[in-house]
Structures are given as C-alpha cells and as structure tokens.
C-alpha cells in the first residue's frame, strides 16, 4: 500500500524550531518530487515547500527559514523549520508530487504545528 505518513509537529514557542517528517512505505520515493503543504483553520490548503530532481522550491513566506531534505536511505522527506512565527502554525501535509492542493484527492492525517508562547 502506497503510504505518506507525517510527523514531527507540536507545541513549539515563536522562534522555535521544529522538523517535520514525512515516511514513505509501499514505495520508493526517491523518483518522485515530494511536496509539503498546511492548512491553518479557516483557510485553504496552500503549498509550503517541494523538492524534485529539479531542485527545491519555498513559498515566500518561508523562505529562508524552512529547508526541505530527503534521506533515501530513510525513504524519508524532513521539513525543518526554524524561527517559527504565529502565521505558521497549521496540518502540514505531504503529498506526492507537487501540485496545486486542489488537485489531490486525498490527504493523509497531517501533523498539527502550534506556535505559541
């Protein structure tokens, strides 16, 4: 069974830092570009971060503090967030590939980030 599974979230103070794992089973996910996306309550689904063959792509208002890394070994994707702020917490997701968030059909459970002091 194909299979993205999330962790790493939590309760972590503005500032802080937390990384997110995202562990692939029923396949090897070193061929396929892998995405990572939140939802905060009462807003859409976006697209945070995504690394690919081709390279690795933040949204804006990430960058510079999340770093996306694979560990093939691991057949594992990592989100690592530093200098956390109020705006990020949300369900982070990953998903293969990395398309627009209305184009997937399922997600997985996600893993819950809260930033508070």
């Known amino acids: 069974q194909v299979q993205l599974v999330e962790s790493g979230g939590g309760l972590v103070q503005p500032g802080g830092s937390l990384r997110l794992s995202c562990a692939a089973s029923?396949?090897?996910?070193?061929?396929?570009?892998i995405g990572w996306f939140r939802q905060a309550p009462g807003k859409e689904r976006e697209g945070v971060s995504c690394?690919?063959?081709?390279?690795?792509y933040y949204a804006d208002s990430v960058k510079g503090r999340f770093t996306i890394s694979r560990d093939n070994a691991k057949n594992t994707v990592y989100l690592q967030m530093n200098s956390l702020k109020p705006e990020d917490p949300a369900v982070y997701y990953c998903?293969?590939?990395?398309?627009?968030?209305?184009?997937?059909?399922?997600w997985g459970q996600g893993t819950q980030v809260i930033v508070s002091s």
């Open positions: 998903a293969i590939d990395c398309r627009d968030p209305n184009e997937y059909d399922y």
């Open positions: 029923g396949f090897t996910l070193d061929y396929y570009a």
């Open positions: 690394i690919s063959i081709s390279g690795t």
